[in-house]
């Protein structure tokens, strides 16, 4: 079981960086996946990035490559997304999700989800 909760939403200007965190619960949290995804209103849930366990291996969406990284620090059991340049279309509610195993882009296999955290880009 993992608990997963986001923080570091908030407003900002175009151009402007936030940087959110996703704090785990449970012992296992080095051998998940875990994932930011974003839903904005309206819109369908779509993948940003993904980190496998150990934090080697990263995949982007190719709307946020270069603009946004994610990391992990698994002795505290911390995902973070730094994001960059913020642009109007990254407005969104942004969930942080975890599955055992190998990262994905696909939403389906993620098992545990947070409750989300509202990142809201002004013009």
């Known amino acids: 079981q993992v608990l997963l909760v986001e923080s570091g939403g908030g407003l900002v200007q175009a151009g402007g960086s936030l940087r959110l965190s996703c704090v785990a619960s449970g012992r296992t949290f080095n051998e998940y996946a875990v994932a930011w995804f974003r839903q904005a209103p309206g819109l369908e849930r779509e993948f940003v990035a993904t980190?496998?366990?150990?934090?080697?291996?990263?995949y982007y969406a190719d709307s946020v490559k270069g603009r946004f990284t994610i990391s992990r620090d698994n002795a505290k059991k911390l995902v973070y997304l730094q994001m960059n340049s913020l642009k109007p279309d990254d407005t969104a509610v942004y969930y942080c999700?975890?599955?055992?195993?190998?990262?994905?882009?696909?939403?389906?296999?993620?098992?545990?989800w947070g409750q989300g955290t509202q990142v809201t880009v002004s013009s």
């Open positions: 999700a975890a599955k055992f195993g190998q990262p994905e882009v696909n939403s389906t296999p993620y098992t545990y």
């Open positions: 980190i496998s366990w150990s934090g080697y291996r990263t």
